[in-house]
């Protein structure tokens, strides 16, 4: 976990995380440190920082989050429990729909939900797609196979 956490980070811990942190110490009969840091950690107690939790949460493998949700569940309908049924929201940088529709054996002019479908994305993998930049290496391609996607830009 510590190779994930820069040491440049500048995660401030606040007063509210510090007395959460301070009632750690004082139960498990470990010293207070003047002050609390990720990286390196100086105390048991910061792992309860949600950088950290976040970080342990990641290294999880499959069989043991289900554990944890189904011990612990979510509120019904909370907007974690949405986002994780569709995967996290992104923003693909840099794709080439011209090329993948090829790749695909799909019409070059077609619609891009038609490339986004189609992609091979194993299911862990996939993202809620929230736009993109479609680049083209072939501009002859690049007429109508975004036409009416305002969340996707263009580069030739």
């Not at 907007?79 to 693909?92: K, Q, T, Y």
């Not at 939900?113 to 072939?138: F, M």
Request: hydrophobic letters at 40%.
């Amino acid at each position: 976990m510590q190779k994930l956490l820069d040491g440049k980070d500048n995660t401030e811990i606040s007063e509210t995380q510090k007395e959460a942190m301070d009632g750690i110490c004082n139960f498990l009969n470990v010293r207070v440190p003047e002050t609390y840091q990720l990286v390196p950690p100086n105390s048991p107690a910061v792992l309860v920082h949600w950088k950290a939790l976040v970080l342990i949460a990641a290294s999880l493998q499959e069989d043991e989050r289900k554990y944890w949700i189904e011990t612990f569940g979510s509120p019904e309908g909370s907007a974690v429990e949405a986002a994780l049924a569709v995967g996290p929201e992104a923003v693909d940088s840099h794709f080439h729909p011209d090329r993948l529709a090829r790749r695909l054996g799909l019409r070059t002019d077609g619609p891009v939900e038609d490339i986004l479908e189609r992609g091979p994305v194993a299911k862990e993998e996939r993202v809620s797609l929230k736009g993109g930049v479609a680049v083209y290496c072939d501009p002859v391609f690049h007429s109508d196979i975004l036409s009416g996607h305002g969340k996707f830009s263009r580069n030739i």
